[in-house]
């Protein structure tokens, strides 16, 4: 997987949600890989008036409350087929908070601290990218070797406070990332890239 480091624009594109007011970001794109290793590897771009983002500072790694109420990206995870699935919620704060379901909204926190992804930010005056890595076997001992299901979305809140939602696919209605509809990535095999398996 490429590491961007002010590199070229990942090749999978967010939009916006029709509902979500005009922000300060004109565009999201990420790319994401599953090594061998179970390691899920993500990174998201955000292009656009950086300086006019509310973005929280940066603290270190540590466990966040309802993050998505600012600027946050998220991941959701499930094996295809199945009800059941996973949400990770990464701050560019560092702050980070994971989510297990049984089916669609019908779950909870995670307790397990050993989870603590990897998330490494880089802003600039027109790029915010946030970089991330998360063993999938403290998730789900599927996780690593299943075809996966993958949602991504990002939360964008401005200077003012207006929330932007953005998601490689939004169901009909108002934002709902949790909507099995959104999660239109396919992981297949580990070490392949994800960009040539779009739902």
């Known amino acids: 997987m490429r590491r961007l480091r002010g590199g070229p624009t ?3 594109t967010l939009t916006r949600h029709p509902s979500s007011p005009l922000a300060p970001i004109h565009g999201v794109a990420a790319d994401v890989e599953r090594t061998a290793a179970g390691v899920l590897r993500v ?3 955000l292009d656009g008036d950086v300086d006019r983002l509310a973005i929280p500072a940066p603290g270190g790694s540590r466990r966040g409350e309802r993050l998505w109420e600012h600027t946050c990206v998220e991941l959701f995870i499930g094996v295809t087929d199945r009800e059941t699935y996973h949400e990770l919620n990464l701050a560019p704060s560092g702050a980070w908070q994971a989510h297990a379901f049984a089916r669609y909204r019908e ?3 995670l307790g397990d601290d050993a989870l603590a992804p990897r998330i490494v930010v880089e802003r600039g005056t027109d790029r915010l990218v946030l970089d991330a ?6 998730l789900s001992p599927e996780y690593p070797s299943a075809p996966l299901r993958l949602g991504l979305a990002a939360v964008v809140e401005d200077t003012r406070g207006a929330l932007s939602h953005w998601a490689l696919a939004h169901p009909p209605g108002r934002p709902d990332f949790h909507h099995r509809d959104g999660f239109a990535l396919t992981l297949d095999q580990p070490a392949t890239a994800a960009k040539e398996s779009i739902a």
Not at 133 to 138: K, P
């Open 43 to 45: 990174v998201f771009v």
């Open 133 to 138: 890595e998360v063993e999938l076997g403290r």
């Open 10 to 12: 990942p090749a999978l």
């Open 107 to 109: 779950g909870g926190p």
